[in-house]
């Protein structure tokens, strides 16, 4: 057994054990189902216990869980749409779990109406007028996705990947990708946290639920989003629990995920989460070319990954108290995280390293603070601040040219640049985000969110010993200013905004006549504004609409450079964009029955597109610019279908026109039109679809028990690799249709408390490759622990 699975292993049955020892005592549970006077079950019903924040919320099959902090008497209030609110209480006894059922009667102002079924808080968020896909996690909880594979079962969401665990990857939401999607944890961007915090490694278990706002974002997360945005919502829990859980699978691929909390006797609360993975990925490659000396020609074999290996880690401990009369919420909160990735390839794959490394480390500290009702009834203040330090290397020192057989030849150049390099990128970062709401009526809400961002980029290259510290400053000021009414009974939503970006650089520019560095200060300022509407036909059926001008503030590596393949550039101006959705939805009950559907159309005008293109001093090496004007236009509809907690069936199809709307390059005298005008954009797909089939079972292998079956499928269109305009149809490159399909089979024992699954991905071990032809992993099996105590 290797050393790193047996750690893993070690470290998984220690917390079971500690569990037991610090949790497992001190809990207080009352469970239960909720239900209407037929006797159908009744979601998203709030119970609540009055003058704390201890809560939950009903699931689909109407039953409830909540964790009490000790024994005692106790009152629950029970409210929905809909229905007569009701107050009972009870009794709980520590390490005894009281069961309850409770019937609810119809509200007689509302009998005269349509009927009102209570809604999961899912459901309420994606009836916003946003453009808004909710996505629960729990139906995943027991498999081995990480947050991006999640996310790739969203209509209008398509996630590339160039290879398997830790790979980089390109996220697109309605056409827009890159850096013009944001992402957020709990409404904080993941990049304050560090580099190594990305999608494509963060565990499903430490996301409660998902939130992917599209081409309209609202002021609250105080973002420079142009295509949309991801916000990732943790466990809300008050009381104790602990989630971890371990898996283990092909390519040497281990995934440990740890997050829980524990309560004081005095009301301190500690929050604790982590996760580590490790992957050889070391998977087959197929078909490619190399040279036979036997035959005397090139040929085609299958060879694997031999300098691929992966390594990510990241622990956060936050510490604070909660339902002060100064502070709602106050938790301070340190984290660390870290990458060690060896380099492949590039982006063709039949340039082979076999010596590039990159590796990163970031530290962070955090403050939280909530007070509702601060000063006067109704105004809410919401306030973050951290300090971050983000470091990573990346080495290229090997002067040998590599082959997919391993085998490789001394050469005078080093693999990626012409010379060997040590490049280290030093980026301390300060932010600031402060959101004050106030609710003024039922009618009349207003929101102002104001987000400071400062950060220092140092990169330099080790190896030369007299390179000039010549760091960069990026700063930006970000104001958003929302008013929202509530018209018609709540029938009628309107939501206006505005938006402040200010942006500021500071950068010492190199006078190639005297040598010296002059150094050059610049600021930017830019406006923009939207609105989001809703109106209710029926209780369930509804249409929205939303517009935004949008801008996408420079980041520090397209203003900066990153110290080896990318060159500063300067005279960057942000992207900016015109986004509009338009879209309906409607849900509805049959006895045990649920439907959601709901569909939209989207509109993007982007400006200013900034892309990485050659630079024309140094083919080596690329830089950031302003190239190109992006028109992108599509549909989307979504099918959600589950009866009780039985069977849970989703399915979706994306289809996106983008073309290059820029007549005339930049820089020519306007009179000769680009040949690729109006052209769909090349690598990106423009046809793809998801289903999913979920089928539970409870007490099959005993009382307590649930057995599952997750059965998923996804479909791509094939699309042009390159530029559909030049070359004949025949000589053009392509990425085939892609059709690849899971399937995991999991059991949990007394209440969710013990879990296993097995799981296998790409089961037809069909060939995939998704960004720029680069081949995925074939079929891999993992098997998953999973422990969860509450």
């Not at 497992?24 to 239960?32: D, E, F, I, L, R």
């Not at 299958?302 to 990241?314: C, E, L, N, P, V």
């Not at 053009?732 to 949990?748: A, E, G, L, W």
């Amino acid at each position: 057994m290797h050393s790193g699975r047996f750690f893993y292993l070690v470290f998984f049955c220690f917390i079971l054990h500690i569990s037991h020892r610090t949790l497992g005592q001190t809990t207080a549970v009352v469970s239960g189902v909720v239900q209407s006077e037929e006797g159908n079950a009744l979601p998203g019903v709030s119970i609540l216990i009055p003058n704390t924040i201890l809560g939950t919320v009903t699931g689909t099959d109407g039953s409830f869980t909540l964790n009490l902090p000790q024994a005692g008497n106790y009152t629950l209030n029970l409210s929905s749409v809909g229905y007569s609110s009701q107050s009972r209480d009870i009794t709980v006894k520590t390490d005894k779990e009281l069961k309850i059922k409770f019937i609810l009667k119809p509200d007689a102002k509302n009998m005269a109406e349509v009927t009102i079924h209570g809604k999961t808080e899912n459901q309420e968020i994606k009836e916003q007028a946003f453009n808004v896909n909710a996505i629960e996690t729990r139906q995943f909880a027991n498999t081995t996705a990480d947050l991006n594979q999640v996310l790739n079962r969203t209509a209008g969401v398509r996630v590339r990947e160039e290879g398997g665990l830790g790979s980089d990857f390109n996220f697109a939401i309605n056409g827009l990708s890159g850096k013009a999607i944001k992402f957020f944890i709990d409404g904080i961007p993941t990049e304050v946290m560090g580099s190594s915090m990305s999608l494509n490694n963060i565990p499903v278990n430490l996301a409660e639920r998902m939130e992917v706002y599209k081409g309209v974002v609202p002021v609250s997360l105080g973002s420079d989003a142009l295509g949309g945005a991801v916000n990732i919502i943790t466990s809300q829990r008050i009381n104790n629990y602990l989630d971890a859980s371990y898996s283990y699978g092909s390519f040497d691929t281990q995934r440990l995920a740890l997050t829980g909390q524990y309560t004081t006797a005095k009301g301190l609360i500690v929050k604790a989460s982590g996760f580590a993975n490790h992957s050889d990925n070391n998977y087959l490659m197929r078909g490619m070319e190399i040279w036979d000396e036997a035959q005397y020609k090139y040929v085609n074999k299958d060879f694997r990954r031999f300098h691929d290996q992966y390594r990510s880690a990241m622990g956060q401990l936050e510490a604070g108290v909660i339902n002060k009369k100064w502070a709602d919420v106050l938790f301070l909160g340190f984290s660390y995280s870290g990458t060690m990735q060896n380099i492949q390839t590039g982006t063709r794959q039949d340039v082979v390293y076999g010596g590039v490394t990159k590796d990163g480390h970031a530290y962070n500290a955090s403050l939280r603070y909530r007070k509702d009702n601060l000063l006067v009834k109704g105004l809410n203040a919401n306030v973050f601040a951290s300090r971050s330090v983000d470091n990573y290397v990346v080495t290229d020192t090997s002067s040998y040219k590599y082959y997919w057989d391993g085998t490789k030849v001394k050469t005078s150049l080093a693999e990626i640049n012409a010379s060997r390099s040590i490049t280290r990128i030093n980026r301390p970062r300060t932010f600031l985000r402060a959101n004050l709401g106030y609710q003024l009526s039922d009618v009349h809400s207003f929101n102002l969110n104001y987000t400071f961002d400062h950060l220092r980029n140092e990169n330099y290259d080790e190896l030369i010993t007299d390179h000039a510290d010549i760091p960069g400053i990026l700063k930006k000021n970000i104001v958003g200013a929302a008013y929202q009414q509530n018209l018609l009974n709540n029938r009628l939503t309107n939501t206006f905004f505005g938006k402040f970006y200010g942006l500021s650089i500071q950068q010492s520019r190199y006078i190639s006549v005297t040598g010296e560095y002059n150094k050059a200060n610049d600021s930017q300022n830019y406006y923009g504004y939207g609105l989001a509407s809703r109106f209710k036909i029926l209780a369930d059926l509804g249409v929205k609409a939303s517009f935004e001008k949008a801008y996408r503030l420079q980041e520090v590596g397209e203003m900066f450079g990153n110290g080896y393949t990318v060159v500063a550039n300067l005279d960057l101006k942000p992207e900016s964009s015109q986004n509009l959705n338009i879209g309906t939805y409607y849900g509805f009950n049959v006895d045990k029955h649920r439907f959601f559907i709901e569909g939209s159309w989207f509109y993007r005008n982007a400006h200013d597109f900034i892309y990485a293109v050659v630079y024309k001093s140094n083919s080596s090496v690329s830089r950031y610019e302003n190239t190109s004007k992006v028109k992108v236009n599509g549909l989307e509809g979504d099918l959600k279908y589950n009866y009780g907690d039985l069977l849970y069936i989703n399915a979706n199809l994306s289809y996106q026109k983008a073309i290059n709307n820029t007549k005339y390059s930049p820089g020519s005298s306007g009179s000769t039109t680009e040949a690729t005008y109006l052209n769909k954009i090349p690598n990106q797909p423009w046809l793809f679809g998801n289903a999913d089939l979920i089928i539970g079972k409870n007490n099959i292998l005993g009382k307590n028990s649930r057995m599952q079956l997750n059965l998923g499928t996804q479909y791509v269109h094939w699309f042009y690799l390159t530029w559909e305009a030049f070359g004949s149809k025949a000589s053009k490159s392509t990425i085939p249709d892609q059709y690849i399909h899971n399937v995991s089979v999991s059991n949990s024992w007394q209440n969710g408390r013990y879990n296993i699954s097995l799981e296998c991905r790409n089961f037809t071990n069909n060939l995939a490759f998704d960004n720029f032809r680069l081949q995925k992993p074939g079929r891999a099996f993992s098997v998953k622990l999973r422990y969860f105590l509450k």
